[in-house]
């Protein structure tokens, strides 16, 4: 992991991008761009390991990231977008890893930092909830669609015929790259 | 030329918007065939009743004028509930038309009872279509737009008078009959322009006084639409007496109808031009510089003058002018802002309100004649008599017309609050929300999380409600909840069920047992520690704080060096929570030296400790503590603890707080943290100590003791704040909005995510927040609520809304004050506001690297960076001296743009 060096502009410019944060009045964002800290990872590279408490929002300007679960991946973050929001939470810290895919460009924000936003701008709290809420949105349907594929795997075990409707994966199911 | 194009040609004459153009046009082409055919109508009907009637005969008509026209007025008030605005005008004036036409050839063959039928049409249908005509443009228009355009609309309509009255002689010379025919024709294409106008505009479509939009109250209970009424009637009534008067003095000098219909053709000829002439030069200027309250107050003024001349000097001379006087005028500046009063009247209201003046301004004809009639019984009813009677009246119209301009602010600003569609900002209370009941219900719950929900709303909310079910809630199964409605006897002051406090000191939850002892402690008063000593030597460490807090908070005097020592032994051994207890107590005491103990609190290792040390702090009001409070203010966690104390402190710190606002070696974090606090400190202290920050560089403090000096304002009506400074300070606000608009329209659109995309971007944010901060400090000196309602109509998009959120604001404001905020409040457009930023601070569009250099050379910090960096990957070479003195600014954001800009620059 390096550190590079964007000019405020650049960083805000970033950040005024990510649809979290796309609501903030420039001169907040650039505040915030102000006191972000720039990543630039390989490929394979480890931002935060299962059971460490990273405490940051991280913004990809460039490349993929891949938050997994022992092997299993979780969720492919992309360009433009941000993971490890329920850092912004007080629940347990949930046990995963976050890497480098490909060569990846990242900003990352503390959770003290995003708190001070949003006291200052309550829209971004608004969009906070909204993420959060497509991120549950998302879970729900990946749950659905697990949940018929043990039904499918049941059937198939006790010798039935017929697959259910629908068993095929959903959009947005595991080991897509999220459309932000 | 097209329709088309004399709109368009319309349109940038009178800088309107093309569809506003049209819209005033078309309306004014109506009023145009209205008033033609009426000057027509009304020159027949004078000339015909004159040369076959007494004048004398004219009280008697005006009595039957105004039963008859009462009579009509029912049937359209019917229609109006039924009918769309559209049609009521299209087919009254249909109607209209073919009915003169049966007058044209009534009046042929009979001579005295057409002439009086006549009289009395001429009245009725004038009254109605005319009537009709302005309900059919108020409902396409708003009231800005209504200022611009009924100027117009106006304007042509006095000229379809002058059309009429410069045919009338020449049409009565060929051949008297012609006049009424001529006018019926003219009436013709008004119904085909107004479907035309009205099709497909859902306000035209409306029924202007339908059932469903009616408001509880009949209209002439509502102050405002009474005080209009009699201001309207009254100058009706003073119309009849002059007309009296004028027509008594013509009959005396002319004695045919074809003299009188040329005498009469060239009166309202001579009326029109003058109206036309009022109109075009002086009432748009009029309205628009005095508003429509002052502009209304000319016609009596004028008449009352009038009346005094032809008391003074009876005879056609002064009567003429004194007619001249108040036809001009009704015609031009009183009929536009007499069309504004309505505006503000909600719309369910203000149809019926009209209908309801409409019917008393009917009836004032007959109040003319009663009053002539009246005149008669004292005294002969010559024209001085008359105009006694007249200037009484007209004192009455002047009393009306004070109570109504003071009435238009007011309704105005009531018509810009409802137009407030979003409920954002509304508080929604608990209790018209029905949650309560189910609140109540849920006490009984014997879940302990759902019963301890309904408590804590319920306190909030409706602590009556809890007053009822204690004894239940003290015997839930749950400790928790027993020791929450315990707290809630001590806190609220409310009396336990007898016999339950010995229980509860029993009860096996060592946490019920602890607050039991509070509860007591409240209720005995002083506390013994000679009592309290089992509880004090408890292992339970709820029990043992409870012991100690009920003593910090009710000791006995004589026991306080002891006391002493146990808060010392608790400080110096106890646990957090023990030290946390005695650190709460401490500041449910007056200040008294026991505060002291506070002094090691306010460094405790424990966060919680220290908060509550902070918050106790405050009220314990020692100065030794105000540098702690204000050094945590600018703390992360501790800050709003630190806020709570100095709050709890009170004015006594508003001074010291405004020393570290204004020092700019205190961090800004510390900074930041004060206007939050003397905001809630609320009083005039605070309000000082606010108002010795000058404004700098730096927007977020700025914006903050702005927005603290409004929660004053909100909550401290007695609070004084300086009028000249606030203004200056909304000068200056509106200069800035207009220098970032004029460099914004410098600097051409770029898409993002180019540098000159944000820095447009930042440009207009920098125009909205000083447009924020001029409706801020306009709420420092005029209603709050009022001023906030107004800036969410201008910030809407809805022109309507915003229209009358300007109308308010230039009525409710200094006259100076509204040129003052005109271009951040008013509706003058981009190019409006970019003409009055070069008239006004010489501010002018400048190529893109002439806005470059004026913004770098500005002390905006965060346009100055992003103008650095624009400047860099423009390759604006021009730049690169200033570029070269950027990167040793003191700002880091700027140096760091200019530094990145400067070798790329120097490369080109």
Request: glycine share 8%; proline share 6%; aromatic share 6%.
């Amino acid at each position: 992991m390096r550190e590079t060096a964007l000019t405020l502009v650049e960083k805000t410019l970033a950040l005024k991008n990510v649809e979290l944060l796309g609501s903030m009045p420039t001169e907040a964002l650039a505040q915030l761009a102000s006191r972000t800290q720039e990543l630039h990872l390989d490929p394979g590279e480890v931002i935060f390991r299962e059971g460490e408490a990273s405490r940051s929002v991280f913004v990809v300007l460039e490349g993929v990231v891949e938050v997994r679960k022992d092997d299993s991946v979780l969720r492919v973050v992309g360009e433009g977008m941000v993971f490890g929001q329920l850092a912004l939470t007080d629940a347990e810290q949930p046990n995963v890893t976050a890497g480098a895919k490909t060569h990846a460009h990242l900003l990352r924000i503390t959770r003290e930092d995003v708190f001070d936003a949003v006291l200052d701008y309550p829209e971004v709290g608004l969009a906070l909830v909204r993420t959060l809420a497509r991120a549950v949105q998302d879970f729900i349907k990946k749950v659905v669609v697990l949940e018929r594929e043990a039904a499918r795997m049941s059937s198939k075990l006790r010798g039935q015929d017929g697959a259910s409707p629908g068993a095929s994966p959903a959009p947005g199911g595991v080991g897509d790259v999220d459309s932000g | 030329m097209t329709g088309h194009g004399l709109a368009a040609r319309l349109a940038s004459r009178l800088g309107l918007p093309p569809d506003e153009a049209h819209r005033a046009l078309l309306l004014g082409l109506i009023l145009f065939a209205l008033t033609g055919s009426f000057t027509l109508a009304r020159t027949s009907r004078d000339a015909v009743f004159l040369a076959r009637l007494p004048a004398t005969l004219l009280p008697y008509v005006y009595l039957g004028v105004g039963a008859f026209t009462m009579a009509a007025a029912l049937g359209v008030a019917h229609l109006t509930r039924r009918w769309p605005v559209r049609r009521l005008l299209a087919d009254g004036a249909a109607y209209t038309a073919v009915s003169l036409l049966v007058f044209a050839a009534w009046l042929q063959v009979s001579a005295r009872l057409a002439a009086v039928a006549f009289y009395l049409w001429v009245n009725v249908y004038s009254l109605v279509l005319f009537s009709q005509f302005w309900i059919f443009a108020n409902s396409l228009s708003n009231p800005r737009e209504a200022r611009r355009t009924f100027g117009f609309i106006g304007a042509a309509g006095i000229l379809g008078g002058l059309f009429g009255g410069l045919l009338a002689p020449p049409l009565s010379a060929w051949t008297p009959g012609a006049l009424v025919p001529v006018a019926a024709l003219l009436v013709v294409p008004v119904a085909q322009v107004a479907r035309a106008l009205g099709r497909g505009t859902p306000e035209a479509e409306n029924r202007p006084c339908a059932e469903e939009d009616r408001s509880p109250s009949a209209p002439l209970r509502h102050p405002y639409v009474r005080w209009l009424a009699l201001m309207t009637l009254s100058a009706v009534v003073v119309t009849g007496l002059v007309d009296y008067q004028f027509k008594v003095e013509l009959q005396a000098r002319y004695h045919t109808a074809g003299d009188l219909a040329s005498v009469l053709g060239l009166f309202y000829a001579g009326v029109s031009l003058t109206a036309l002439a009022v109109q075009l030069f002086l009432t748009r200027a009029l309205v628009r510089r005095v508003g429509a309250g002052w502009s209304a107050a000319l016609l009596p003024a004028g008449l009352g003058l009038g009346a005094a001349v032809t008391i003074a000097l009876p005879g056609l001379g002064s009567v003429l002018v004194t007619r001249l006087w108040d036809l001009v005028l009704r015609f031009s500046v009183n009929r536009v802002a007499g069309e504004l009063f309505y505006f503000p009247i909600e719309p369910g209201l203000r149809c019926r309100a009209r209908n309801a003046i409409e019917a008393a301004v009917r009836g004032s004809d007959a109040l003319a004649g009663v009053v002539i009639l009246g005149v008669g019984l004292f005294a002969v009813a010559n024209t001085r008599a008359v105009a006694i009677a007249t200037a009484a009246v007209v004192a009455v119209s002047l009393l009306a017309w004070s109570k109504v301009r003071r009435g238009y602010v007011t309704e105005l600003a009531r018509n810009v609050r409802r137009l407030q569609l979003d409920p954002a900002g509304a508080r929604v209370s608990l209790r018209e929300a029905g949650l309560l009941e189910e609140m109540t219900r849920l006490l009984g719950s014997p879940l302990e999380r759902r019963a301890l929900q309904s408590i804590e709303v319920l306190e909030e909310n409706a602590p009556e409600l809890l007053r009822e079910r204690l004894g239940e809630l003290l015997g839930h199964r749950s400790p928790r909840v027993r020791a929450r409605s315990l707290a809630l006897t001590r806190v609220h002051g409310m009396a336990l069920p007898p016999g339950q406090l010995e229980t509860l000191l029993r009860d096996e939850a060592p946490e019920v047992r602890a607050e039991a002892l509070r509860a007591q402690a409240a209720l005995l008063g002083r506390r013994a520690m000679g009592d309290l000593t089992d509880y004090l030597a408890a292992t339970d460490v709820r029990v043992r704080t409870a012991a100690i807090v009920s003593l910090i908070e009710r000791h006995f005097a004589a026991e306080e060096d002891p006391l002493r020592d146990l808060i010392a032994k608790t400080l110096a051994d106890g646990s957090p929570p023990e030290r946390l207890a005695v650190a709460q107590a401490l500041g449910r005491r007056d200040p008294d030296s026991l505060h002291g103990f506070l002094t090691p609190l306010l460094d405790d290792p424990d966060p919680a400790v220290r908060a509550a040390a902070l918050v106790s702090a405050g009220q314990g009001q020692r100065r030794e503590h105000v540098p702690a409070l204000v050094e945590a203010l600018g703390g992360r966690g501790l800050s709003e603890a630190a806020r709570a104390g100095l709050v709890a402190f009170g004015d006594r710190v508003s001074g010291t707080l405004g020393d570290y606002l204004c020092d700019p070696a205190v961090p800004m974090g510390v900074r930041l943290g004060i206007p939050q606090v003397l905001g809630e400190i609320g009083s005039q202290g605070a309000v000082d100590a606010l108002f010795r920050y000058r404004e700098g560089g730096h927007l977020r403090l700025a914006y903050r003791v702005l927005k603290a000096e409004n929660r004053i304002r909100m909550t401290n009506p007695e609070a004084v704040f300086p009028r000249g400074r606030v203004v200056e300070e909304i000068a200056r606000d509106v200069e800035r909005h207009l220098s970032a608009l004029v460099h914004r329209h410098g600097l051409a659109d770029a898409a993002p995510p180019r540098p000159d995309w944000l820095l447009r971007l930042a440009l207009g944010e920098r125009m909205d927040y000083a447009q924020n901060r001029v409706f801020r400090r306009l709420g420092l000196i005029y209603e709050p609520t009022e001023i906030h309602a107004a800036y969410r109509a201008v910030r809407s998009r809805d022109p309507r809304r915003a229209g009358a959120a300007a109308e308010y604001l230039e009525n409710a404001l200094a006259p100076d004050h509204w040129r003052l905020v005109e271009p951040v409040a008013g509706d003058l457009g981009d190019d409006g506001r970019l003409r009055l930023a070069a008239s006004r601070y010489g501010l002018l569009p400048l190529p893109p690297a002439e806005s470059l250099e004026a913004i770098i050379r500005s002390d905006d910090h965060w346009l100055k960076t992003l103008a650095f960096h624009v400047a860099g990957t423009r390759g604006e070479k021009s730049l690169l001296p200033l570029t070269e003195a950027g990167r040793s600014a003191d700002d880091p954001w700027v140096r760091e743009a200019a530094g990145w800009a400067y070798p790329i620059l120097a490369a080109r």
